[in-house]
């Protein structure tokens, strides 16, 4: 055959596909819900701002209304936007709605076996089973809390180690909240300046960095092709092979010295639960799920509080009259003789308050974790099929006009009443909602609440640049909003 017949027939080809690209794309578009019209293979990739997924999705929110489909590469994806129709999908049919969604960033390098990433009968058994765990060492010999204000003490003398130099904060918060779910997991707190714990943090804060650039939007939506592309996506699989080598040393370790009668964490609960299920075919628990449900626990269990703690800071040094309220609350309720516990929570709304408003506005998992469809279903009117990949924007709901009269200007306001009591919110949903919601719910308001008020408590931070030059918009949105680096003096008290 001579080149230029080759050349047609190739042609031909490629013209066929796209036709029929095209068709199935015109077949799925007659029943799902509006959205811009996609090209082949390529999907809406155009359309999508991908270092700030964020802002793509609200913009086609105000285009399309609060259920649009986008095609998240070749595959159509059902974003869901507003407080209304969020709850209507995950908490009024959360058995439609409550399945997890492919996520390569995280399924193709750690697999399912593990809790956040698997569906069905052994995800409710290794969910239930972590959040029991959870809890009773919360009610065991030392509690969660006293984990947490042992936590707070060192960081508070780290911080004073500073001298009011200039610092970026992030290292040390990290490590100080990885401390927490590290010694509930592994049953030990590490050193600060310990190997293992500096390999951890780093990993996944790396990871999360990543996760939240084009990058990882990119490798989401084409994971096969991304893989022959160089690119910082590369490093996720190192960076969770690092928290899995020390996992499997901490299980190893465990698994010979275990006294099934005294656990010491939640290692020794899992492998405790292996030997009762070891005759079950169907057990949840093996050995190749217990460093999986731990990747999610100690990942999901630092970069989230650690952020939000972060940025928290941030925004306070650009509002320094909100931190003297806190500061004056916290003088009033705590003084400055003891530690804050839990139970000065209540008397404390105002700094209630602000936590819940930096968790609005900081709103640090702004598409939730992909949920997808369990079975065929009609939603406000359009058709989903099994399956169907379904982003929640968070986003919409925590700046969703309807709930917050001013939503793009931090106002602790927001939670609080005439009275100056705290007030709830329903549009707010930092933490996902229905049955997937995140299990570390609990654990992380306690800890914001601690570290949030001990900080306070002890230090002003100063911003090293005039207040009104801070900018704390994110500096990129994927699976996280990544609050801009900055450097802060903290000043004792
Ligand atoms: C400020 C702190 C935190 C925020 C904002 C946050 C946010 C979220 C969100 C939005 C989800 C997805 C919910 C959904 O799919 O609908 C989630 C899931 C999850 N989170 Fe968190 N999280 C935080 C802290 C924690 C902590 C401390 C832990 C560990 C103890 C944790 C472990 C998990 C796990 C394992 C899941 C998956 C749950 C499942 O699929 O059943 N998170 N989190």
Not at 333 to 342: A, Y
């Amino acid at each position: 055959m001579e080149w230029s017949s080759t050349l047609l027939v190739l042609f031909l080809f490629f013209l066929t596909c796209i036709i029929l690209n095209y068709m199935k794309i015109f077949k799925e578009k007659a029943t799902l819900p509006p959205g811009p019209m996609p090209l082949p293979l390529l999907g809406n990739l155009l359309q999508i701002n991908m270092s700030d997924i964020v802002s793509t999705l609200m913009k086609l929110k105000d285009k399309y209304g609060p259920v649009y489909t986008l095609y998240f590469g070749p595959k159509p994806g059902v974003v869901i936007c507003g407080f209304k129709a969020i709850k209507e999908a995950l908490i009024d049919q959360n058995d439609v709605f409550g399945d997890r969604g492919d996520y390569p960033v995280f399924l193709n390098f750690i697999g399912d076996h593990d809790i956040a990433f698997t569906n069905g009968e052994s995800w409710k058994i290794r969910r239930r089973f972590a959040m029991m765990t959870l809890r009773n060492f919360g009610m065991g010999k030392r509690s969660i809390e006293e984990r947490i204000l042992e936590e707070a003490q060192y960081l508070i003398k780290e911080f004073k180690r500073t001298k009011g130099s200039p610092v970026n904060p992030t290292v040390y918060l990290a490590r100080t909240v990885s401390n927490v779910i590290c010694s509930i997991v592994y049953g030990n707190r590490f050193d600060y300046e310990d190997k293992k714990l500096a390999a951890i943090t780093s990993s996944i804060y790396n990871n999360f960095c990543i996760m939240s650039s084009m990058w990882g939007t990119l490798y989401n939506m084409y994971p096969e092709f991304m893989e022959y592309v160089p690119g910082p996506h590369k490093k996720i699989k190192r960076n969770f092979q690092d928290i899995y080598d020390i996992s499997d040393e901490f299980i190893k370790h465990h698994e010979k010295t275990l006294d099934p009668k005294n656990p010491r964490d939640y290692i020794d609960c899992f492998l405790i639960k292996m030997m009762e299920e070891m005759d079950n075919p169907d057990t949840a628990f093996y050995r190749k799920s217990l460093p999986r449900t731990i990747q999610n626990l100690v990942f999901g269990g630092t970069e989230t509080v650690s952020t939000t703690l972060r940025y928290g800071i941030l925004i306070l040094m650009k509002y320094p009259e909100i931190a003297e309220i806190i500061q004056k609350e916290i003088d009033c309720v705590v003084g400055r003789d003891r530690s804050p516990s839990i139970a000065d929570r209540n008397k404390m709304p105002y700094t209630e308050a602000t936590i819940h408003e930096f968790m609005r506005i900081c709103d640090i998992i702004p598409v939730s974790l992909p949920h997808s469809t369990s079975k065929d279903t009609v939603f406000r009117g359009f058709f989903i099929p099994k399956g169907t990949y379904v982003t929640p924007l968070l986003t919409s709901v925590h700046y969703d006009p309807e709930y917050y009269a001013e939503p793009n200007k931090f106002n602790p306001n927001n939670f609080l009443d005439d009275k100056g009591l705290f007030k709830k919110n329903d549009a707010h949903m930092p933490f996902g909602a229905g049955k997937r919601i995140c299990l570390g719910e609990s654990l992380a308001r306690m800890e914001l609440f601690l570290f949030f008020t001990s900080l306070m408590q002890n230090f002003t931070f100063k911003p090293t640049v005039a207040k009104d030059e801070l900018d704390i918009r994110p500096t990129g949105t994927g699976l996280g909003s990544v609050p801009p680096k900055y450097k802060c003096c903290i000043i004792p008290r």
